[in-house]
Every structure is written in structure tokens, then in C-alpha cells.
């Protein structure tokens, strides 16, 4: 009979660390999904404004993009 109590004993203290082992792995907290706006218009010298794309009006930009496409990297 003294077997059967420490195999009874051994199985709660099991039971015990398995349900304490599921109740501390908690799913993720999902992180916020970014925004996703309209762009900021075009500064010169804030390169982290310059939209994506073909989109981007500023003259010197324009200027200098056809400059570059001539070969006068001076320019």
C-alpha cells in the first residue's frame, strides 16, 4: 500500500509542474500594426520624406534626376 501512495504523490507533484509550466508560457502580446499613411511631401535634406516611387514633384529633384540620366554627375 505504501507504493501506491508515493506513485499517487508522484503523480500530483507532476500534475502540479505541468499545469504551473502551462500557466507561465501565455501567448504573445501582438504588437500594434503600424500606420501606414500618406507620406510626408518631399523636404529637401529629410531623405526619410521622400516618397516612394515616381510621385516626387520638387523641381531640384526633377533637375537632378535628369542630370544623372544625361551623365553630368556634376550637376
Do not use: H, Q
Not at 500530483?12 to 501606414?36: D, F, K, M, Q, Y
Amino acid at each position: 500500500m505504501p507504493d501506491n501512495s508515493v506513485r499517487l504523490w508522484a503523480r500530483r507533484a507532476a500534475c502540479v509542474i505541468v499545469a504551473a509550466a502551462a500557466a507561465s508560457c501565455a501567448a504573445p502580446e501582438a504588437s500594434p500594426t503600424p500606420t501606414l499613411g500618406t507620406p510626408k511631401p518631399f523636404t529637401p535634406g529629410d531623405p526619410t520624406a521622400t516618397p516612394p516611387g515616381e510621385d516626387i514633384t520638387d523641381r531640384d529633384y526633377l533637375a537632378g534626376k535628369e542630370a544623372y540620366r544625361a551623365g553630368d554627375y556634376a550637376a
